[in-house]
């Protein structure tokens, strides 16, 4: 319970100091490029890992070398 209890108080802490405010301010040779379209964000966040997801199911089924049970 009080490890808890120093896990919820430091972490409220950390919320409660950070400063989001600061990700406005621009750093010294800050370039951030162009930002994605809806195709792209899907296609890298949720196409790219499924189709390396299965990719790496495949292969494990292909080189299981375990006995198959009947």
């Known amino acids: ?3 808890g209890a120093v896990a919820a108080g430091t972490t409220l ?7 989001p405010a600061l990700a406005l301010t621009r750093d010294d040779g800050d370039d951030p ?6 195709m792209e964000t899907l296609g890298l966040y949720v196409a ?3 189709v390396l997801f299965l990719a790496i199911v495949g292969l494990v089924m292909v080189l299981d070398k375990s006995k ?3």
């Open 48 to 50: 790219a890992p499924i």
């Open 33 to 38: 490029g162009q930002g994605l379209n809806v």
């Open 13 to 19: 802490m950390m919320l409660l100091m950070s400063s």
């Open 1 to 3: 319970m009080r490890a």
């Open 68 to 70: 198959k049970q009947a």
